[in-house]
């Protein structure tokens, strides 16, 4: 089993930056592919980034190609995503998810661990 608890969401005006981490409990945090999707309000849960379970690949959204970066630190069980020139359309609730494949994984449906979500509130 594994928890997933995000921090760093918040209120940022178009053109800043966040930094997202997801802290992980459980063994074997390596084992695990992980990944960024989010939700704004009436629409799908999106796919934004994903990490493979050393870390050595990554993969991203259309959307957010060039603009977000997703990292992780093994040692401290915690993945990242540094979101960097935000526009109002990248508002929306961010969670953090875990996948048994460890390697690059988008699709929602091959997570099997979630968490809470943090709220990434861009302003015009």
């Known amino acids: 089993q594994v928890q997933l608890v995000e921090s760093g969401g918040g209120l940022v005006q178009t053109g800043g930056s966040l930094r997202l981490a997801c802290a992980a409990s459980?063994?074997?945090?390596?084992?695990?592919?992980m990944g960024w999707f989010r939700q704004a309000p009436g629409k799908e849960r999106e796919f934004v980034a994903c990490?493979?379970?050393?870390?050595?690949?990554?993969y991203y959204g259309d959307s957010v190609k060039g603009r977000f970066t997703i990292s992780r630190d093994n040692a401290k069980n915690t993945v990242y995503l540094q979101m960097n020139s935000l526009k109002p359309e990248d508002t929306a609730v961010y969670y953090c998810?875990?996948?048994?494949?460890?390697?690059?994984?988008?699709?929602?449906?091959?997570?099997?661990?979630w968490g809470q979500g943090t709220q990434v509130t861009v302003s015009s």
């Open positions: 998810a875990a996948s048994r494949i460890p390697g690059i994984v988008a699709a929602t449906t091959l997570y099997n661990f």
């Open positions: 990490i493979s379970g050393t870390g050595a690949r990554t």
């Open positions: 459980g063994r074997a945090f390596s084992s695990y592919g």
